[in-house]
């Protein structure tokens, strides 16, 4: 069962929406009206989405979104009555997964939320792919520059530098790029 957070500022609304959450098998943690609330909210009832029913997205809301997709990253959806280009392009810079125009009715509830947690997560695994992607490119570049200094100044091949690079790294029991640091950081200290 998916834990969702509700914010509105308006209370009727709010109650109206988590009926329906509630009446689709959703368990609803946690109501906040004041976006100002939001980063504590979802620190405090950890949910699974956050679902923002407003007219128009404010800015402070769009801020408090920002922080959370930052710090702590999970699906949003939003519903509003704003199809303004710009609001949506806010709105998605912000973090919101699924920005749904005049759409709050109970049928179309449930795959709005099953596709913003679709694209959440292909999302998020792009992210981590981009992540471990840009550490091997820092990590080669340091084995490169390492066995440039290993080349330069002990006069070896590049295969024999690498080799004696990944020899330092067993007998340290040690990742290559972290010896290869260690050599950068000592030529450095030589020169």
Do not use: W
């Not at 402070?60 to 609001?87: G, N, W, Y």
């Amino acid at each position: 069962m998916l834990r969702i957070m509700v914010v509105d500022e308006s209370t009727e609304r709010s109650l109206h929406l988590r009926l329906t959450l509630e009446r689709l098998g959703y368990e609803v943690v946690a109501e906040v009206s004041n976006p100002r609330e939001l980063y504590d909210a979802v620190n405090q009832y950890a949910p699974d989405t956050i679902i923002v029913d407003t007219d128009s997205p404010s800015r402070d809301t769009l801020e408090h979104l920002c922080v959370i997709s930052e710090s702590c990253p999970r699906p949003i959806v939003m519903f509003t009555q704003d199809a303004k280009r710009e609001s949506i392009r806010e709105a998605v810079r912000a973090g919101v997964t699924a920005y749904v125009v005049d759409g709050l009715s109970a049928e179309r509830i449930e795959p709005i939320i099953e596709a913003a947690h679709a694209r959440f997560e292909a999302f998020q695994s792009v992210q981590t792919e981009l992540a471990q992607t840009r550490t091997q490119l820092t990590e080669r570049k340091l084995i490169e520059r390492a066995k440039g200094i290993l080349m330069k100044e002990k006069k070896l091949p590049e295969d024999e530098a690498y080799r004696l690079l990944r020899k330092l790294a067993m007998d340290r029991s040690t990742p290559l790029a972290a010896v290869a640091e260690q050599v950068i950081t000592y030529a450095k200290l030589l020169h």
